[in-house]
């Protein structure tokens, strides 16, 4: 059974990037889109990007200047990185699993504030 | 940036009622459509892809329907493990989710 677990802080300074990380276990990183969603009660549930085991990515239009992923498949693990943090960026972040772009494994989520 | 509609937003059924949602698109996604669901606290769980595809795990009595832009879920009987969330994505674009309907007890 594939699992996702994502780790990182809660807490986040205004202007500051966020750093998160993805641990995958169960399965193998070498295959399938990997990829961060979040939601905010604002705004729903949002599609920031996803990064193949290559390392190749594709970033949502609307985030793409702050985004940065990447993959370690030694760590079976994979990354964001979200810069320039507003209020607005407070949400929970997932990581999940794309087969086709519909997601069949999700972690636990994390919920990070941006707060001063 | 295809926009994704649900509707209503909160639905009122009593366990072993039959559940319809839906779901219109503001532009063609073909057949690239998901619905998930979602409990407090929890991730989405994915239920239907490819617009009728149960996936693995699914009950049977969850079923995903299509006309045009519409998109239909149906709980045919529904469990008192069914009060939850319900999104529709899709991703015949880049991916976008629905606000979601919340199927409350009546």
């Known amino acids: 059974q594939v699992q996702l677990q994502e780790s990182g802080p809660g807490l986040v300074k205004p202007s500051e990037t966020l750093s998160l990380t993805c641990t995958v276990s169960?399965?193998?990183?070498?295959?399938?889109?990997w990829t961060w969603i979040r939601q905010s009660p604002g705004k729903g549930l949002e599609w920031i990007g996803y990064?193949?085991?290559?390392?190749?990515?594709n970033y949502n239009p609307s985030l793409k200047s702050r985004v940065t992923m990447s993959v370690d498949t030694s760590k079976n693990q994979f990354s964001l990185k979200l810069s320039s943090l507003t209020a607005a960026d407070t949400a929970v972040y997932f990581c999940a699993r794309a087969v086709y772009y519909h997601l069949d494994y999700w972690g636990q989520g994390t919920l990070v504030t941006v707060s001063s | 940036e295809i926009v994704m509609t649900q509707s209503p937003a909160t639905l009122s059924v009593s366990p072993g009622e039959r559940a319809t949602l839906s779901c219109r698109a503001s532009?063609?996604?073909?057949?690239?459509l998901a619905w998930y669901q979602q409990k407090p606290g929890q991730a989405p769980r994915l239920l239907i892809y490819g617009a009728s595809i149960r996936a693995p795990g699914t009950p049977g009595r969850f079923s995903g329907s299509e006309s045009g832009t519409d998109f239909t879920l149906t709980i045919s009987s529904l469990q008192s493990e069914d009060f939850a969330v319900y999104y529709c994505?899709?991703?015949?674009?880049?991916?976008?989710f629905g606000g979601g309907t919340k199927v409350e007890t009546k």
């Open positions: 532009q063609s996604v073909s057949s690239n």
């Open positions: 990064i193949y085991h290559s390392g190749s990515t």
């Open positions: 994505q899709q991703y015949t674009n880049w991916p976008t």
């Open positions: 169960g399965g193998s990183i070498s295959s399938y889109h």
